[in-house]
């Protein structure tokens, strides 16, 4: 498009994990982009609300000005459209099945926390039952292999990552710890927070957990 | 030769339908093992043990699971005429209206057959902003793919199929040719596609089927329905 600016921007927010998501995912594929942070609890910017019309949200990914929006889409089209980069997805048809599968799966982890941190009483007692069956589903896919998909770090890995460190803040709502009842999990978040396009990425737990706390007063939850 | 393939299924479930529609598509030949939901069987539970729903599309040993995962396999693993677009930004935008059919479209249309007043009102005028979005993806073209049949009208099959069925046991009409003009044209496209027919249970059963679970339909909304 004329005019349009050239290269990769993402438009994100700093503790958004679907953000997240493509970052690791931009610095696992080696590639230079422009990171545009976005107002999300303010008035959007007419760039955002431009480049994803129906959803008005993060993560956008713009290249050479063409929206590209929702954070596994992303990261699908990084690998189409650069093909000679390290690719995010495996090669084997069953394998990319596999990996979608449980990618879009993991997307629960957020759904389910936000009720988590949001309700309370009954709604939230139903919130805590789903967490503990999700995790343990991610538990029970993982195993006791290294990654989910076996010995390297992989596109399920990718897309559960930016959800650990949100995890005990979940965990404090939900009456559980992820140490105790699903150590392997844990002991797998460790292990991908040690990955230097993880690391670089992802928020410290603390900062998460201030954050809901800013959530929480915007939603007019004061306790 | 490519082992069998096997899909678990029901009669009246779109997304079990999706499946057939892209098998067919393909050419790919399978058996298709009927489920009773209300009576999930072993090989289900087995193959699904997250969901537990259909379709489950079994290649040989492999287990496939969610109707949008299982069209993307089968364009994968089987030659034949490719589902998806080939340009990387088309391929985005067709798994972006995919995700939005399921995830708003759906959703706000189930809420706008089964709840009432001033509740339904607020459902009608959401699902009909979101139908809105999606008759701009087929203004000018035959099928969401272009000139033939792709991933993205499979998964608007339900639009085009199971929705007037479902109007129609509502005593509800949301969908019309003065309102969403290509939207109503696609349909007629999709539905009397030669091999895409083929897939499609006939409205008439559809019709039977749903209209005896009309009751169970409404009680699913008063979950759903934010207080």
Same mark, same amino acid.
Request: proline letters at 13%.
């Given at each position: 498009m004329a005019g349009e600016k050239k290269g990769l921007v993402l438009l994100d927010y700093w503790v958004s994990p679907f953000g997240q998501r493509c970052r690791i995912g931009l610095a696992e594929k080696g590639l230079e982009y422009e990171y545009s942070e976005q107002e999300l609890l303010g008035d959007r910017s007419e760039l955002l609300l431009r480049s994803n019309p129906v959803h008005k949200a993060v993560p956008v990914l713009l290249h050479?000005? $063409?929206?590209?929006?929702? &954070?596994?889409?992303?990261?699908? !089209?990084?690998?189409? /459209?650069?093909?000679? &980069?390290?690719?995010?997805?495996? /090669?084997?048809? !069953? /394998? $990319?099945?596999?990996? $979608?599968?449980?990618? /879009? !799966? &993991?997307d629960k982890v957020y759904e389910v926390g936000t009720r988590l941190w949001k309700l309370r009483g009954e709604e939230q007692a139903r919130a805590r039952d789903d967490m503990v069956e999700v995790l343990g589903n991610l538990d029970g896919e993982l195993g006791d292999k290294a990654f989910f998909a076996g010995e390297a770090f992989g596109f399920v890995d990718l897309a559960v990552a930016p959800f650990t460190p949100w995890l005990p803040s979940y965990g404090r709502y939900g009456g559980f710890s992820v140490e105790r009842e699903w150590p392997r999990l844990a002991a797998w978040a460790r292990r991908c927070a040690g990955r230097e396009s993880v690391a670089k990425s992802l928020q410290p737990p603390e900062k998460v957990d201030e954050y809901i706390n800013v959530l929480k007063k915007h939603c007019g939850i004061n306790d | 030769m490519s082992p069998p393939v096997k899909l678990l299924g029901t009669f009246s479930s779109g997304f079990s339908r999706r499946a057939e529609a892209a098998l067919r598509l393909k050419g790919v030949p399978y058996e298709l093992i009927q489920e009773d939901l209300s009576n999930k069987s072993e090989l289900l539970l087995m193959h699904n043990p997250i969901h537990k729903k259909v379709p489950v599309l079994l290649h040989g040993d492999r287990a496939v699971c969610e109707s949008l995962v299982i069209v993307e396999y089968i364009d994968e693993a089987f030659d034949g005429p490719p589902l998806l677009p080939i340009d990387?930004?088309?391929?985005?935008?067709?798994?972006?209206?995919a995700r939005f059919i399921d995830d708003k479209c759906s959703t706000s249309f189930w809420l706008s057959l089964w709840t009432e007043g001033e509740v339904q009102k607020g459902f009608v005028k959401e699902f009909k902003q979101n139908l809105a979005l999606l008759e701009t993806q087929i203004k000018g073209k035959r099928f969401f793919g272009g000139d033939t049949v792709g991933y993205l009208d499979i998964a608007a099959s339900g639009i085009a199929h199971w929705l007037p069925v479902f109007e129609e046991v509502a005593s509800v009409r949301l969908v019309t040719d003065a309102e969403y003009p290509d939207l109503c044209r696609w349909a007629k496209e999709y539905t009397s596609h030669e091999t895409i027919k083929e897939s499609l249970p006939e409205r008439e059963k559809l019709l039977a089927i749903f209209t005896a679970k009309k009751d169970f339909f409404m009680s699913t909304v008063k979950s759903m329905v934010p207080k």
């Open positions: 050479d000005g $063409r929206p590209v929006c929702e &954070s596994l889409l992303i990261l699908h !089209y990084l690998d189409e /459209a650069f093909p000679n &980069s390290p690719p995010l997805l495996p /090669a084997d048809p !069953y /394998a $990319r099945a596999q990996a $979608r599968f449980w990618a /879009a !799966y &993991s | 990387p930004f088309d391929r985005a935008t067709a798994r972006f209206w």
